[in-house]
């Protein structure tokens, strides 16, 4: 079988991702790769379009699995146990969640730069960069959730965009150069409707006047990683120095309405 080198070493986070895993973790990725992959790669080869799966084929998925799709990354591991997290430093600030709890951030701050590059307004440069840290917590509802995490300490249009992100993912908006992705065909099924209050939200969305926020962070959302791509928080240190309200006793300690969303990202190995 060909493996795609490039989205083989993507899916696991990047060239520096790799190179902290041993070469059973290597190989345990490559099988499993494989075994992900195989259908598409067969279908390549005899020059039919990739298949994508039906709502209800995803749905028989879920016993196969001994952890929920849901689950935020910090909490299981697809490729065997998980590992010990480095302890957070007193007084934790954004830069220290983005080095020891959403690492690689690859996704976000590959999207953040796509804004900056395009020149976007700071406001959504930020969105941008923080609009699926959340993963690491929760995967459901990520956009509220994100949203949430967020609200104290960034402006309120960055916050908007961030929970309505989720809603708006689901909807073309080709004079804005947004595509429906293939990957939601893949992970949700191609005939996926999104639900009730996802449409209604939706309609609320389409007459706001906030309407682009939230918009052009999907615009700039990006959906095949390139895992060559050189990405750092650097280039945004001014950005999160003028936008992001840094609480003086750290994330998490500051009695604000998400500080126990820090403190569960900052361990969640605790028991209860
Ligand atoms: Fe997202
Ligand atoms: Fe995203």
Known sequence: ?????????????????????????KADALEHWMEEHLDEQVAAAQGQPEKFPTVAEIEAQIETRDFRRGAGSLFTSNRGNVKKLEKMPKNPTIQDF???????????????????KTGMSEEIILACLLHDCVLSLIKPDHGWWGAQLFEPYIPEKSAFAIRYHQTLRFYADDDAGYEYPDQYYRIFGHDYQPPQYIADTYKMLKNHKWYMEPRLVTVNDLYAFDPNAKVSIDPFQDIIGRHFKQPKEGLGYDNSPSAHMWRTLARPDNPL
């Open 1 to 25: 079988m060909e493996i795609d080198r490039r989205a083989f070493i993507a899916s696991l986070g990047g060239p520096a991702a790799v190179a902290l895993m041993d070469s059973e973790a």
């Open 98 to 116: 983005f080095r020891l709890r959403f690492a690689p951030a690859n996704h976000v701050l590959q999207s953040a730069t796509r804004a900056m």
